[in-house]
């Protein structure tokens, strides 16, 4: 049996037969497990089903920040396959986006084996409780300390959008975004010097909603992280200082985070993160193929040798008069057409690198050139023919990439990921492979603190913290995330 094979849920009511299944080999009764279900607002309760089959629970409860586990059952035959330890890993990760600073449990004193998974586990013997079970066995009292795990705000502001989240660890407390794309949609693009004005305007009411939305006070933020860019310079000024002035205030770290990382971070809410693997980093600003190997090591391995495909998107969608930002009216458009236009194959040097430009000067013309004909377009059906043509360069290098690189997972990252087609065909072509492939929720694609906060909480673990003299840079590489 494979632990790939098994499945981990919350319980819920509707597994009450399965809670009476498993019960029957607990000294619980099966209604106290379901009042902790129903009821008990400190518990969770967990379990893992093998074939359809409930094999493990897992019944824990969280008080302020201290934990107790009250139940822990594998069934016999399914033991030594790490099931235990799989339903603990969850539960760390529960316990740290709570901030829970320790975990404690008793067990019977014959049961050896348990006894030492839990010292596996890195629980340490506390005391002995006497006559602790009800045939008089003595119980051993174990704890273990949980890694601290910092509660962060992050504030987004490279572009057009004001964003600031409340983290700890993978919980998102809050992510407010202050979108400004309706005040820039009549230049049919992103005005810097608007922008930053906005920022400006916003930032101060986006903070206050953060903190009221997480019910959080600035007093018990550990660290204060920021986008120090790519990004348009008067905008990143305006998340920077605000960083800057809090972490001064209230004394604590200040991180700078390179944008692209927290938009390949975003994932990380949804999946672990198995290295080695391809971030594939496509939005208004950017288009790069990044390997890496470990947490915060990035190799850039090909990128857009002119625009980026986001930038492709919305130049094609305006000379085919469709509102900003165009991404998203292409690929709404693209639906409804063919691709029955013949589009230049796009082309670079390098084996990895890719090219967009080509392609939209080649459709800039044609429909000038039809347009001055007083020729019809066949609006759907060019920007279907565009997708195909743009996605199918971006698809070819991502699977070369990733079959060189032999990678286990594949992020999607940045705004571009929430085109569906691109989706379409990547799940398409790895649906029966070993690669894992991933897309942020759509809530994450686009521009928003939480992911600059992910990302901040590893750069906070490894102590990559900023002093209040740095400035931000508009055209930072990702490679140098921690040169500031
Ligand atoms: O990551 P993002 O929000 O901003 C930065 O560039 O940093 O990306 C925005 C880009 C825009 O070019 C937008 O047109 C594109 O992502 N985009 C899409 C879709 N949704 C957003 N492109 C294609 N299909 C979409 N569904």
New binding site residues.
């Given amino acids: 049996m494979m632990l790939e094979e098994i499945e981990f849920k919350k319980a819920t009511l509707e597994d009450e037969e399965v809670i009476y299944e498993l019960a029957s080999n607990l000294d619980y009764t099966p209604s106290a497990i379901l009042n902790d279900i129903e009821k008990n607002v400190f518990a969770h309760v967990e379990l893992a089903f093998f074939k359809g089959s409930p094999i493990a629970i897992l019944d824990y409860w969280i008080t302020f920040d201290s934990a107790t586990i009250a139940i822990i059952y594998v069934e016999q035959k399914y033991r030594r396959n790490n099931i235990a330890s799989s339903l603990m890993k969850r539960m760390y990760e529960t316990l740290m986006d709570e901030g829970v600073k320790n975990i404690a449990l008793e067990v019977r004193k014959s049961n050896i084996p348990a006894k030492n998974l839990y010292i596996k586990e890195g629980f340490k013997e506390i005391n002995v409780k006497s006559n602790y079970y009800a045939d008089g066995e003595d119980a051993i009292y174990l704890v273990k300390e949980m890694p601290s795990t910092p509660l962060i705000l992050a504030i987004e502001s490279?572009?057009d959008?004001t964003s600031i989240s409340i983290t700890r660890n993978k919980k998102i407390l809050s992510n407010v975004i202050s979108s400004q794309i309706e005040r820039h949609r009549k230049f049919g693009g992103v005005m810097p010097e608007l922008a930053s004005r906005l920022h400006i305007e916003n930032v101060l009411y986006v903070l206050d909603t953060a903190l009221k939305e997480a019910s959080v006070m600035l007093e018990e933020i550990d660290a204060f992280a920021f986008t120090r860019g790519p990004?348009l310079v008067g905008a990143l000024h305006v998340g920077m200082e605000v960083a800057k002035s809090l972490a001064a205030i209230y004394d604590k770290p200040l991180i700078p985070v390179h944008?692209l990382a927290g938009?390949i971070y975003a994932n990380e809410y949804v999946s672990e993160l198995h290295f080695p693997l391809l971030a594939c980093v496509?939005?208004?600003?950017?288009t790069e193929l990044i390997i890496m190997k470990d947490h915060l090591d990035y190799e850039i391995v090909g990128r857009t040798v002119d625009d980026?495909?986001?930038?492709c998107?919305?130049k094609v969608?305006r000379v085919l008069g469709l509102p900003y930002?165009?991404?998203?009216e292409?690929?709404?458009l693209a639906k409804l057409g063919k691709p029955t236009y013949h589009l230049p194959i796009p082309h670079a040097f390098n084996k990895y690198d890719l090219s967009f430009s080509g392609l939209k000067t080649h459709i800039i013309n044609l429909v000038n050139s039809l347009n001055m004909k007083g020729q019809e377009i066949n609006k759907a059906d060019l920007a279907c023919s565009f997708q195909e043509v743009a996605l199918k360069e971006l698809v070819d290098k991502v699977y070369q990439v990733a079959s060189d690189y032999e990678v286990k997972q594949i992020l999607v990252a940045?705004?571009?990921s929430?085109?569906?087609?691109?989706k379409e065909i990547l799940n398409a072509h790895y649906k029966n492979s070993n690669i894992e492939l991933f897309f942020p929720p759509l809530s994450l694609?686009?521009?928003n603190a939480a992911m600059i906060a992910r990302n901040a909480y590893h750069l906070y673990e490894k102590k990559i913290f900023a002093s209040l003299d740095i400035g931000v840079d508009p055209n930072w590489e990702i490679t140098d995330f921690n040169k500031f």
């Fill in positions: 490279s572009c959008e990004g944008h938009h496509v939005s208004g600003g950017n980026a495909i986001g930038e998107y919305d969608a930002p165009g991404g998203v292409i690929d709404r940045g705004g571009v929430a085109n569906s087609r691109l694609c686009g521009d």
